[in-house]
């Protein structure tokens, strides 16, 4: 699928750029395009994959990935039944959505990364998807979003009077979009078009990504690792109360500085701003008590995280060179020109299709259109509030196929963009029907 429409991305856009004189821009956004997804995109993420690898293998050997996958075992194993209770992809999957959720776009794509090398060492076919790895995509691109930053900073630096008033209707269009894209890829997945051949399943070839050391199939062996490492004492015990401590006190401390805003909001953004240094200092603590060599460790994960990005550098070009054509040459306005009527009758502004349009391409073009119906609308308008619910619940689908399954080199994407443009239109359909509701 994602074959046909990256050719009719590519095609369609020369040949609109042609019909309508835009062969220059055409031109232009193809190189424009082939150095953003190296210089911009591909190599700043080198480093922060490398960073947080780094930190994943300090949790892996420390069996911190382990315990977490344990806390919440009934769901995961409901949600990814292909995948073994205890294993690390289970662990590195569940900090990702945790990610998501706070809104840690920098910490999320790593550890997503991280947990599809995980679900690639369980894969008998390398280059085809298997039914986990397209549930955690459906997941990724419709995860549940609780404060959607980006639309409530533009809103606020717009004047807005309530910025925050989008959170509440956001969290229910994006957890519509998950609901929808989780039921999408288990339906998707029994249909003969999307199916794994036989001889796929029976084949045993050697993963692409070798099984970590710690990588466990049953709980007797994740057991028998945890019982190698060096059990917590209570003078340890101490240490990592008092670094909660001490990141509790923070948290306390940063409330206190925004009360102009309710409780519940200011919670969850000091949630999210702390978030990351704790994380950072909790990951080599954990691991140095429980006697594992951090720096070492540490180094090696970043390695591979290198070794991941230098994966993804042909999938970027190949997906923003096509979308960048299809924008340049006016394909996006073609197609927000033809179905504008449609639009109206049903009660959507025809000014946000293509915020529509263009938020499963690209993020940040998304989120330039925003800033400019934001601009020309006025912040406290109705389309304002209804395009910030729409941008803090769809997601860049192309983008984050490209990166997670070019990390591991898949080429058989099977049913996961099929699903993910299902999470999406759910999304902006919720969005819609909670906007015209709550707002009016």
């Not at 750029?17 to 700043?44: C, Q, R």
């Not at 609780?146 to 409530?152: E, K, Y």
């Not at 890829?185 to 050697?206: D, G, H």
């Not at 991941?308 to 190949?318: D, G, Q, T």
Request: glycine share 8%; hydrophobic share 50%.
């Amino acid at each position: 699928m994602i074959n046909i429409l990256w050719l009719l991305l590519l095609l369609g856009g020369l040949i609109t750029g042609a019909l309508n004189g835009h062969l220059e821009a055409v031109t232009a956004a193809i190189f424009d395009a082939s150095k953003t997804a190296i210089m911009t995109i591909a190599l700043p993420l080198s480093g922060i994959m490398a960073l947080w690898l780094g930190m994943m293998r300090l949790a892996e050997k420390s069996g911190l990935l382990e315990k977490l996958a344990h806390l919440l075992r009934p769901l995961l194993t409901r949600l990814f039944p292909d995948v073994p209770a205890d294993h690390p992809a289970m662990g590195s999957m569940l900090m990702n959505i945790a990610a998501n959720m706070l809104g840690l776009a920098n910490a999320a794509t790593p550890l997503g990364l991280r947990a599809m090398q995980d679900l690639q060492s369980l894969n008998k076919k390398p280059d085809t998807a298997t039914n986990a790895m397209c549930t955690f995509l459906a997941i990724n691109t419709s995860s549940v979003q609780l404060i959607p930053a980006t639309a409530i900073g533009i809103l606020a630096a717009a004047g807005a009077i309530h910025p925050s008033s989008i959170i509440g209707t956001t969290l229910v269009a994006t957890a519509s979009s998950c609901v929808a894209g989780i039921t999408a890829a288990k339906l998707l997945q029994r249909l003969p078009c999307f199916a794994i051949p036989l001889s796929s399943v029976t084949e045993e070839k050697k993963p692409l990504l070798e099984p970590h050391e710690v990588s466990v199939s049953n709980k007797s062996s994740s057991e028998t690792i945890l019982k190698k490492i060096t059990p917590l004492s209570f003078s340890k015990k101490i240490i990592l109360f008092l670094f909660g401590s001490f990141f509790l006190y923070a948290f306390v401390k940063l409330i206190g500085k925004s009360p102009q805003a309710s409780p519940w909001i200011n919670g969850i953004n000091t949630l999210s701003l702390l978030a990351i240094p704790f994380l950072i200092g909790f990951f080599p603590l954990y691991a140095f008590l429980r006697g594992v060599a951090v720096y070492e460790e540490f180094v090696e994960g970043a390695k591979e995280g290198f070794q991941v990005a230098l994966r993804i550098f042909p999938y970027l070009v190949a997906i923003l060179v096509a979308i960048g054509v299809f924008r340049a040459a006016g394909g996006i306005d073609f197609l927000s020109h033809l179905l504008a009527p449609l639009l109206d009758r049903i009660g959507l502004p025809s000014q946000l299709l293509p915020l529509i349009l263009v938020r499963p391409l690209s993020g940040s073009a998304a989120t330039g259109l925003f800033a400019e119906i934001v601009k020309s609308a006025g912040p406290n308008s109705f389309v304002s509030q209804l395009a910030g619910t729409i941008l803090g619940s769809t997601e860049t689908t192309f983008y984050v196929l490209a990166v997670y399954f070019g990390s591991i080199a898949i080429k058989r994407s099977r049913h996961a963009l099929a699903a993910g443009l299902i999470a999406d239109t759910v999304g902006v359909v919720v969005s819609l029907i909670i906007c015209h509701y709550v707002l009016g």
